[in-house]
Antibody, heavy 121, light 110 residues
Framework: EVQLVQSGAEVKKPGESLKISCKGS????????IGWVRQIPGKGLEWMAI????????RYSPSFQGQVTISADKSISTAYLQWSSLKASDTAMYYC??????????????WGQGTLVTVSS | QSVLTQPPSVSAAPGQKVSISCSGS????????VSWYQHLPGTAPKLLIY???ERPSGIPDRFSGSKSGTSATLGITGLQTGDEADYYC???????????FGGGTKLTVV
């Protein structure tokens, strides 16, 4: 069974750094793009960034370029999303998901359970 | 402002059918496959339709997808109260070199 398991909820202060994780299992981790999707409370899904763990190729939505960094450690089948300086506006649920094979990767399946990030002073 | 435009809400009675539209442009829907997701509160989104009209294993045939030009449509027949959720369309945008989602449509079954 293909599965993505995300790290637990985080509560941080503005200006702090953070790295959340997403561990894949049940498939060849290096053969599929994996990405992150944001959902601010009460709002819709936002496509953030994707990475191909096989060669670390990345794509970012223009809205998130420079705001977050996506990375992956293929030795432990884990993708990451990190912030160097959090803002209150980063408060959201973050989902990781595997993308379809091929190019462009048009759909997400399956999804992780979500990681709630709360940024508050 | 989402790149793909969906109606904020739709509603229909149990047993009826509903259609949810998703409008884009030639840089996204017009030249790429569309997918649809169901998002129930407190759960992870679930893929309903991929490649415009294909259903993953386990998705009932009450759910269907279609695409014409720069628009796509999700159809749901035989509505059940359990179908109440937010529905999102998604695709690749060749101009952005990134994926995009619609703003989401809240389905109410009343």
């Amino acid at each position: 069974e293909v599965q993505l398991v995300q790290s637990g909820a985080e509560v941080k202060k503005p200006g702090e750094s953070l790295k959340i994780s997403c561990k894949g299992s049940g498939y060849s981790f290096t053969s599929y793009w994996i990405g992150w999707v944001r959902q601010i409370p009460g709002k819709g899904l936002e496509w953030m960034a994707i990475i191909y763990p096989g060669d670390s190729d990345t794509r970012y939505s223009p809205s998130f370029q420079g705001q977050v960094t996506i990375s992956a450690d293929k030795s432990i089948s884990t993708a990451y999303l990190q912030w160097s300086s959090l803002k209150a506006s980063d408060t959201a649920m973050y989902y990781c998901a595997r993308l379809a094979s091929g190019w462009p990767p048009n759909w997400f399946d399956p999804w992780g359970q979500g990681t709630l990030v709360t940024v508050s002073s | 402002q989402s790149v793909l435009t969906q109606p904020p809400s739709v509603s229909a009675a149990p047993g009826q059918k509903v259609s949810i539209s998703c409008s884009g442009s030639s840089s996204n829907i017009g030249n790429n496959y569309v997918s649809w997701y169901q998002h129930l509160p407190g759960t992870a989104p679930k893929l309903l339709i991929y490649d415009n009209n294909e259903r993953p294993s386990g998705i009932p045939d009450r759910f269907s997808g279609s695409k014409s030009g720069t628009s796509a449509t999700l159809g749901i027949t035989g509505l059940q109260t359990g179908d109440e959720a937010d529905y999102y369309c998604g695709t690749w945008d060749s101009s952005l070199s990134a994926g995009v989602f619609g703003g989401g449509t809240k389905l109410t079954v009343v």
